[in-house]
């Protein structure tokens, strides 16, 4: 907690800023000297982050801590309204900072322009009285459910995918916890990312409010947060239903005999191999970098450029491969691939993920397969920016 | 006693395997078998639903009405016309990059 006693009242301005909440019975004054005095942090500045963080400063949270290491891309305006046309290229949390201390300068605003880890996840998190978890990959989720649980931090969380979105309580004195619900995440590869799988730009601003909505409902201890239940939102057919979630008894980190009792190595439980770990097998692949690539291509060498990406994405933005076959798709179209088994083949996709998996597949096939470090994303930043990034 | 016809909420990054739909209708007495139906007809969503052993994999959870299967009987929760059963996947999306 960061606030004294001396803060906890409020200022005349601050009662004509805060008038419509004080009128409200429920909430009133009680309900905003507590917000006043509260502390929340908002893991991921993006479109989650972005609207909830603008509405908790708005509505009087005394100090929000936000937690973001990117800068601000065209490709997040579409969503992350937090930041404006003028902040592309700029580091998030200044962006940030200064629209909160625009909006709400009673507002205490902390940067924490960091990777969240396992090393600095449970001090960050334990200066919060909630967190609220927007992250949109599963190492991250599960550290954040993890550190919340240890150190006794109720996290409000939300996930959204297309036109979907969940939002629920996890973490609270006696409620369940995200491993409750899910024990595992899924391998690496079965479940889209959002980048791959595209979202419609108002949906987390939807469900961000709903994030926000919740955090202001455990600050102040009004109406009856979703604890114990998973909102699942449909924007297209609009539906809004809650599911229970029960707290497991054999939970392994929230039940009564827990068996992690501290944080783990979420990149290996995601079955993320550690990019700075070399292994003995033959698990790295070799890589091309887009200037190698470029070179050869001028130099009237260029290897045979195989883009792994969803048509779709290929529309947005190419950069002129030989041949497309989405990386799922492959095993079962290799005999489509009009690349021999002699022939320097080059694997892209957006950012180099989806290609380091089908360069591994194709070497084990005999190819001479190389992935392109960095992807489409590196090609438009160092070679051609008129290549967009999305 | 005919089978009971029930409603399968399919959550969005499983409907390509069933053109498009949101909802399909299954029939089955029990949840084992329903999914049964479902998968002979879309057999697309057999790798997203079932392990390599054929058990319901870990990050996909099934819901009869608004509660979790685990609770209940498991596969073998029985179902009654018109039951709506949620396929509920974890997602991965917020802030993006
Ligand atoms: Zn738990």
Known sequence: MQADNQTATLSSEELRRYNRHLTLPEFGREGQEALKNASVLLVGAGGLGSPAAMYLAAAGVGHIGLVDFDHVEASNLQRQILYGTSDVGRPKLDAAEERLNDLNPHVEVTRHAVRLSSENALDIVDQYDVVADGTDNFPTRYLVNDACVLTGTPNVYASIFRFEGQVSVFATEDGPCYRCLYEEPPPPGLVPSCAEGGVLGVLPGLVGTLQATEVIKLLTGIGEPLIGRLLMINALSMNFRTLRVRKNPDCVICSDNPTQTELIDYEAFCGIPDANESTDDDMAVPETTVHELKQARDSGTAPFVLDVRKPHEAEIASIEADQLIPVDELPDRLSELNADAETPIVVHCRSGARSERATKFLRQKGYNASNLKGGILAWSKEIDDSVPTY | ?97
């Open chain 2, 1 to 97: 006693m005919s089978t009971p016809t029930v409603t399968l909420h399919i959550p969005t990054p499983l409907r390509s395997a069933t053109n498009d739909q949101a909802t399909v209708n299954a029939t089955g007495d029990t949840v084992r078998t329903a999914l049964q139906n479902l998968v002979e007809r879309y057999p697309d969503l057999k790798s997203n639903l079932y392990n390599d052993d054929g058990a319901l994999r870990q990050f996909v959870n099934i819901y009869v009405d608004d509660e979790d299967i685990r609770y209940l009987d498991g596969p073998d929760t029985a179902l009654t016309d018109g039951a709506e059963v949620s396929i509920v996947p974890s997602i991965a999306g917020g802030r993006s990059r």
